[in-house]
């Protein structure tokens, strides 16, 4: 057995065999709590217009949530809208910017909660443009509160013992309610909780992209993410805790896509 010198000098110098960040963030800081899953989603989406060569022909408009400050480090055309409005603000984008690829993102309190009209509306119009959902489960930006997908028995600060079907109603399904619609060329759901799922997620919002600028109609991926803060677990529980909850109600998978022969 060969014994080695931790503590000894190298024989050969250090040498960088990989690059960890995105050639479209501009810095890996960032200011949102550890073990969130939004750095990983946007990740996600930023690896995915580069591979599509679509980074200097993008324009993403965000809505209002933890995950609005990626944009400031991001090399990206951007834009903010009001609450909810992002599908609005993308159609006009791109109607005038017909080869531009559009994409919008938001959270599942801005979305679901204040804007789900917006989305549905979209999508029945079929505007050529792409959706995106980082769904948590809670208002992060806003203090922690129960949203319109929060789980039953999840905790937020508004719903301390859990969310109750009797006194809250249920979580809305957004992804299932989009599949029902005319105008919605493909919709799916990942996570980012195990690096298979995160894989997994990386081909759907790629497909999303692709299929936005062939032309098919509206398109939308809802990503799962964690937020240890807000769900009241250890840091290090969030993956599990997403698992355990929020996938046993939101399932995941394309759950609408054109055949291989359209």
Known sequence: MTTVDIHAAPERAARRVA????????????????????PIAWRLVLDALV?????????????????????????????QCLHGRAPAVA?????????????????????????????????ARGEKVTALLFN??????????????????????TSLEGRDAAEHGYPIDVARLL???????????????TPGMIARTKRMIRRALELQMAGAGFTFVEVLTMCPTGWFVPTLEGPEYLEDSMMETFGIGELKAPSPTD
Request: with cysteine.
């Open 91 to 123: 159609t006009g984008v791109k109607r005038m910017l017909p080869d531009t690829a559009v994409v919008t993102l938001q959270g599942d309190g801005d979305m679901v909660s204040e804007g789900l009209h917006e989305v549905l509306h979209a999508a």
């Open 51 to 79: 591979e599509l060569e679509l980074s200097r022909r993008t324009v993403l408009i965000a809505g209002h949530g933890c995950y609005t400050q990626m944009m400031r480090i991001a090399d990206l055309d951007s834009l």
């Open 136 to 157: 948590n489960g809670v208002f992060g930006d806003t203090g922690g509160h129960m949203t319109a997908t929060t789980v039953l028995g999840q905790r937020t600060k």
């Open 179 to 193: 599949t029902q619609i005319e105008g919605a060329a493909y919709v799916a759901r990942g996570a980012v909780n």
């Open 19 to 38: 690059g960890f960040k995105p050639d479209l963030l501009q810095s890996s800081e960032h200011d949102l709590c550890p073990g969130c899953g939004h």
